[in-house]
């Protein structure tokens, strides 16, 4: 695609065999990915995965070490980033400072010698509500009506691909929940491919069409957002993308539509559909919200699998749900979320419990248990407060 | 921070605060202003007196009496005034070559030199290193440089590039490049600081959005780094203008590049004759602050002043 006219939707980007070192370390290995036109994809990560990287190698500020960049079938490795249909919104903003804001998003279409700039600037703005302040200088406004700024000046050139950058990391939480449903209208409205980075789970989750997971370099899972949260394949998908309960144990019966996995002594059934390894020993796991708390033992179902007693050790009400933390002795805490559906808890710290969940809920994970260790939750800071006072206590106990 | 240079909002002046005039802030910037008052404004209300003398009556060489001899003005300007002409072009040409000189030397020392601090500050030493010498003997240096004798202009005779005849010492081309010689590291260190704070990322914002490097660079980077370039312009040109050292016939100039500066020393040392000496030096001082205004209003910096 010509850099002097609009595209007229959205182009296919595809990775292909993208290798990035710097010294002293790798940042992206061996990186395949075909993102179709016209969708909204995230790729989803913890700081110094890769993602960022592989944005900035898109949009041409990076060179790769190996492999090739294909945009819309045409191979852009070796293009400057002036020249590739493709713009940006920096997790920054880099508005130009000197400029007003109408001549920051006429900067790009004043480059490509496209006309009418001023009017079309104004249009873009009038899409991100922002007209009214087109003669301001960007240090003018508020972190929310500058990431709009920046997003019009990225848009109004209607690139093939539009490349965002964390952009809503530095807005608070309203702010951020409105600027999501209006990226995903904005995306709908003009139909553009979206490459949309960020850290944060449920961005991800609520605005992109389809979510790769990358830790350290490499696509962990690749996958429409409720596949990726209902079947994670590793461990590490199962607890960034939401909190997940896992335990490890041997397979010790198979039949052709369910694994059986010792857990402690407790057998608890996962459907083979939605195991990755069905033999030897294996992860498995299932969702807190999936759990359902019993004050006694329930009766046998062949439908679900129980596993107790327990002792819940905290619980903390969140609104629409209540937390609770279950210890059951010989595998870990598990977390429970509990719709609040009637008043009060349903369980007292220090009260047993049973836990049950339909066997259909869990998953096993692709991941073997030997090689990849036990992943640590990442738990919120009063999980962690709990979790070291229990064993101070139990320090304290010994002693 | 460089584009506080940008913003109008800036300098809260009707801050209450500071507004509320405090015995104590007077008493402590007292020592300032007798300071210049002493030192400033004494002797250039001398200097304005003086350029309004008149020859006293059967009066010595050296003699006058205070008058308003306005004609002390035209009488400079009509003998001077190539001189005058002289000192702009020639300031504006060692600014102009310094400038050119200055600024890929600051933009690498302060932008691509960012990942070697070590040689950042290398560069920057020998940047000021030159300081460290005299003024006045490195000019001396160059004048044997460019004598006649000199390696270099027999060299250059010998390849037929300068005439059997020709002079480098006691040109224009050598008292213009004395001047952007000893004006560069004046030019570099405000570029520097304002180019080392540059933040790179508007640039691959302007690449991002099609703008070719040069364009980046006309567009983005030109435009952040004026504060630097202002500074650093009027640091040379000023001095420059009334620069006597480079143009002297005893260091790198002859007679047919006097520039203002000598003229005032002639008048002054020489010749006595003192009103006409502070008329140049007035006249001087006047057409630098127009000029000066002038530029720092055109080019949207005024809070560098």
Known sequence: ?????????GADLELVGIEKRFPGFTAIENLNLTIPAGSFFALLGPSGCGKTTTLRLVAGLEDPTNGRILIGGEDVTNQKSFQRPVNTVFQSYALFPHMT?????????????????????????????????????????????????????????????????????????????????ELKTIQEEVGLTFLHVTHDQEEAMTMADTIAVMNKGRIEQMGEPQQLYELPKTAFVANFLGQSNLFTGPVVSTTSTAIAVDVSGQKIVVPVSRAHRTSG??????????????????????????????????????????QYLVSVPGVDTLVVFAQNTAFGPAAHVGAEVWLSWNIDHGFGLDDDPADAPRFEADLDTKTIAQQRRSSLRAELKEA | MAFAAFSSTAAPSTDPVARRRSPVALFLLLPGILYLVLFFLTPLVSLLLTSFQAPREFGDIGQYDY??????????????????VRSFSYALAATFFALLI??????????????????????????????????LLRTLAWKQLFSDESFVVQSLKALSLLGPEAHVTGTAFSVIFGLTYNFIPFMTLPLYTTLERLDVRYLEAGNDLYASPFQVFRKVTIPLSMPGIVAGTLLTFIPAAGDYINASRDFLGGTGTQMMGNVIEANFLVLQNYPSAAALSIILMTVILVIVSVYVKRSGTEELL
Do not use: C
């Open chain 1, 101 to 181: 804001v109408l001549e920051n998003v006429a900067f790009g279409l004043r480059r490509r010698k496209i006309g009418d700039p001023v009017a079309k600037a104004h249009e873009a703005l009038l899409l991100v509500e922002l007209d009214h302040l087109a003669h301001r200088k960007p240090q003018q406004l508020s972190g929310g009506q500058q990431q709009r700024v920046a997003l019009a000046r990225a848009i109004v050139n209607r690139p093939a691909l539009l490349l965002l950058d964390e952009p809503l990391g530095a807005l608070d939480l309203k702010l951020r929940r409105q600027m999501q449903l």
């Open chain 1, 1 to 9: 695609m010509a850099v002097g006219a609009f595209a007229d939707r």
């Open chain 2, 102 to 135: 200055s600024y890929p030397l600051a933009y690498f020392i302060g932008v691509k030199a960012r990942k070697w601090p070590l040689l950042q500050s290398l560069m920057l030493v020998s940047v000021i290193a030159p300081f460290f010498i005299s003024f």
């Open chain 1, 281 to 322: 020993e294996v992860t498995i796991g299932v969702r807190p919200e999936k759990l359902t708390l019993h004050a006694e033992s329930p009766s046998h179902d062949a439908d679900r699998n129980v596993m107790g007693p327990g002792k819940v050790i905290d619980v903390s009400f969140s609104g629409v749900s209540t």
């Open chain 2, 67 to 84: 008058a308003f001899r306005w004609q002390n003005y035209v009488e400079v300007v009509t003998t001077y005034w190539p001189h005058i």
